[in-house]
């Protein structure tokens, strides 16, 4: 694709023209091609809603998105959506102007999911579990009311590896966000094809692109979140070892059933040895096993 003016979407626009920038941009446009590529993530006449929230990485997905559209790599219909959520000095007109002059086709809907959540949870208590469920329910709405196949979410590299730590830790359970599921009800799809990227490159790109960041000051204003203890965790790691995080990541997708623990994985109980040595002193029921007294 050649950056000129005429043959670029509106959303790289003025894009930096250097070399560290042109390499940045091509290694997220390969991860998310990567991930939508290797978990099967396109399908016939499909249609997606792309969730922005604001933030660095909905931006750098959007961008990424449509790139590979606009390279014909991507034949999906796409309409990004922003919930708007009701909190207090939300910048309600950013992300519409943005994706008109972007050229976007959009749905900005408004649910005042913040009372809701300030009014249920007590105080001390963290609002993440429950904004996402108000927010993903409403998601799975306006999906089904615009005719998408599937909701498109921009959790990255990191994120799913907090999320495993985080179910490690405090669930006691091996488990992170899939890159690909389907709901509950079963008519949806939920594709993350962010997920091979990571959080810095998402970070460099839409500062590099000046994009509108907008912060979410719902969860962000809160201390100790898990969330925020583990990515501490990460970084001291990172910063001690480099490279670390993505080898993490890595093993996410290298997993043995067989060397782990759970025996709904693997068949233990039905393990045997494909050539026992014989041995001559067996007796007629020498196979059986004793019962644990």
């Known amino acids: 694709m050649l950056d000129d003016l005429d043959d670029i979407h509106p959303l790289f626009h003025g894009a930096p023209s250097t070399t560290e920038f042109k390499k940045l941009r091509k290694r997220i446009i390969r991860n998310v091609r990567e991930a939508i590529e290797q978990y099967g993530m396109v399908e016939r006449g499909a249609k997606w809603l792309v969730c922005l929230s604001g933030g660095k990485d909905s931006y750098t997905m959007l961008a990424a998105l449509y790139e590979l559209k606009w390279r014909g790599l991507l034949p999906v219909e796409l309409v990004a959506c922003n919930l708007d ?3 207090p000095g939300f910048p309600a007109t950013v992300l519409p102007e943005f994706l008109e002059r972007m050229q976007v086709p959009h ?3 408004y649910q005042d ?14 609002f993440c579990a429950l904004c996402s469920r108000l927010r993903r ?12 196949t599937a909701v498109v979410l921009g959790h990255h590299r990191d994120d799913i590896l907090e999320t495993f730590f985080m179910n490690l830790f405090h669930g006691g359970r091996l488990a992170t966000m899939p ?6 009800e079963g008519d949806l799809f939920v594709y993350r094809p962010m997920a091979h990227v990571a959080e ?4 460099r790109f839409a500062h590099a692109m000046n994009y509108p960041i907008i912060p979410c000051d719902l969860c962000g204003s809160q201390d100790g979140l898990q969330r925020q203890q583990v990515k501490q965790i990460l970084d001291g790691w990172e910063k001690n070892s480099p490279g ?6 890595k093993a996410l997708t290298n997993i043995r059933p067989s060397h782990m623990m759970d025996p709904k994985l693997f068949d233990f109980l039905g ?3 494909s050539n026992p040595a014989e041995n001559s002193e067996n007796t007629d029921n020498s196979n059986e096993i004793p019962k644990l007294r």
């Open 85 to 87: 959520q009701g909190q």
């Open 107 to 109: 749905r900005i809907e």
């Open 113 to 126: 999911t913040y009372s809701i959540v300030m009014d249920k949870v007590p105080q001390g208590r963290t």
């Open 137 to 148: 329910g409403n998601l799975y709405r306006i999906a089904r009311e615009e005719g998408c």
């Open 179 to 184: 890159p690909k599921l389907v709901n509950e």
């Open 200 to 203: 810095e490159d998402c970070e």
């Open 244 to 249: 670390r995080r993505q080898v993490m990541f």
């Open 271 to 273: 393990l045997t040895r």
